[in-house]
DNA sequence: CTCGGTACGTTTGTATGATAAATTTCGGAC
DNA sequence: GTCCGAAATTTATCATACAAACGTACCGAG
């Protein structure tokens, strides 16, 4: 689920650009070349590029100024919660402490939206939550069963009915897509959180929300745990 | 803190254009009117026009598409968590409805916040914390009170020291925004929450995770409660 | 010598017009 | 009736020009 889109010319600057900055090519500060030298170097018209800097001054990436230019902002004023600053952040091997804190916010969010979701959850929702299990459940390879873990833990967000709840998604969405990539060396053995996803949908199933919200928590810290094991053999392996 | 800048022109055709959709008087679905035509309605160039019309498609409102046009997208795209977004959604009095998943947001997001606050704040930042709390305690009128709240709760977000959670400050921005209000008729007994105040940053200096987060709960029911007497008032008062 | 204001140059902001690309729609051939 | 291609319309992109804003440096007054 790519927010901007590459097809379109100025998505490519846009993410082109957007990927330098929040990689921290471009540092915060540093003041871009002219826009048109920089149309130029990239080989689009200042109109394009113009278009690429206003998406990602909405961001707030950026800031521009006449006569003094287009700046890189301070990360405390990014819209850290944006699908694309997620996306690219998670593009190039994001540092531990990132992931952690991705973590985190999964720990906050979606035991909460379980406990709401089995609250308030309608028949229709619950049947989404439901068809995300099963598809789980059959899933044969590692990249079936990613997608229809995505779809279940969306599938919870939508039944809390919150669309601020459910705008977190890309959060979560970051989160386990980074567990996927760190995963998959070890594939195989991506079924062993299922009892815990059943866990979470009967709960709902039932409206319990207490129970649902244990179980989410119990899901993520399992994840978390599987996490740093993985994440220790990597660092072994490299040093 | 209005992110989209109003002084520039395509500024505020973004502005008046993104709330005009976000308060439904242009609907999913809709098509606007041809980028030449809605240029000159406007008063603006083609060129503002589509770079106004590019960052409302960042935020998810519209997507624009050769020979279809360009129209409003349904909600379950928009970037909800947008901080113009959500500023436009409280701009024309939100529904009840609205300001519920307001204050579900922040009962999820400030009690972890004050937990994870307690947990990892340095000096500086519990000094923040401290400050805005003084500032609450010295405020002589609703509009310096207002002003301390947010650093308050802003200082809070910010000694968790997790960017994304960060981010989420405009949630509660609009949250208590929503609240100052709805208020505002009942002026003069703005201090009452202070003691509440007081629990957080004593449990956050004293790093006690768990009563930090009680005691921000405890503040969210408290202020939820407020919210809903003064609500029946001025409902009873409309019907 | 310092302070302040003014003129100048640079960069973004905005406007205009033209061409390319994409996609729906309509019409014609089979 | 169906399928394929041409046309028309709208966005996408480009090129160019001018306006506005904002440092900066220069100049003059005290």
Same mark, same amino acid.
């Given at each position: 689920?790519?927010?901007?889109?590459?097809?379109?010319?100025?998505?490519?600057?846009?993410?082109?650009?957007?990927?330098?900055?929040?990689?921290?090519?471009?540092?915060?500060?540093?003041?871009?070349?002219?826009?048109?030298?920089?149309?130029?170097?990239?080989?689009?018209?200042?109109?394009?590029?113009?278009?690429?800097?206003?998406?990602?001054?909405?961001?707030?990436?950026?800031?521009?100024?006449?006569?003094?230019?287009?700046?890189?902002?301070?990360?405390?004023?990014?819209?850290?919660?944006?699908?694309?600053?997620?996306?690219?952040?998670?593009?190039?091997?994001?540092?531990?402490?990132?992931?952690?804190?991705?973590? =985190?916010?999964?720990?906050?969010?979606? *035991?909460?939206? &379980?406990?709401? %979701?089995?609250?308030?959850?309608? /028949?229709?929702? #619950? @049947?989404?939550?439901?068809?995300?299990?099963?598809?789980?459940?059959?899933?044969?390879?590692?990249?079936?069963?990613?997608?229809?873990?995505?779809?279940?833990?969306?599938?919870?967000?939508?039944?809390?009915?919150?669309?601020?709840?459910?705008?977190?998604?890309?959060?979560?969405?970051?989160?386990?897509?980074?567990?996927?990539?760190?995963?998959?060396?070890?594939?195989?053995?991506?079924?062993?959180?299922?009892?815990?996803?059943?866990?979470?949908? =009967?709960?709902?199933?039932?409206?319990? *929300?207490?129970? &649902?919200?244990? %179980?989410?928590?119990?899901?993520? /810290?399992?994840? #978390? @745990?599987?996490?740093?094991?993985?994440?220790?053999?990597?660092?072994?392996?490299?040093?």
């Amino acid at each position: 689920m790519k927010a901007t889109d590459s097809r379109n010319l100025h998505g490519h600057v846009i993410r082109e650009l957007g990927k330098r900055i929040v990689v921290g090519d471009l540092r915060p500060g540093d003041v871009l070349p002219r826009e048109e030298d920089l149309a130029e170097s990239m080989d689009v018209s200042r109109t394009a590029l113009r278009e690429a800097l206003k998406v990602l001054s909405a961001k707030g990436l950026i800031e521009s100024r006449p006569r003094v230019g287009t700046r890189v902002r301070a990360t405390h004023f990014w819209n850290q919660l944006d699908a694309d600053v997620l996306s690219w952040r998670c593009a190039s091997m994001p540092t531990d402490d990132f992931i952690e804190k991705l973590v =985190e916010m999964r720990e906050i969010i979606e *035991p909460a939206a &379980a406990a709401a %979701a089995a609250r308030r959850r309608t /028949a229709t929702q #619950l @049947a989404q939550v439901d068809l995300a299990y099963r598809k789980m459940e059959a899933a044969r390879d590692t990249e079936e069963w990613a997608a229809a873990d995505l779809s279940f833990h969306d599938a919870v967000l939508q039944a809390t009915g919150n669309e601020l709840m459910i705008s977190l998604f890309s959060v979560v969405e970051s989160a386990l897509g980074m567990f996927f990539v760190l995963s998959a060396k070890t594939a195989g053995d991506f079924s062993y959180s299922l009892p815990q996803h059943l866990k979470v949908l =009967e709960a709902i199933r039932r409206q319990q *929300p207490e129970v &649902a919200r244990k %179980a989410m928590q119990g899901m993520i /810290a399992d994840s #978390l @745990a599987n996490l740093r094991k993985k994440r220790k053999g990597r660092t072994k392996k490299a040093s």
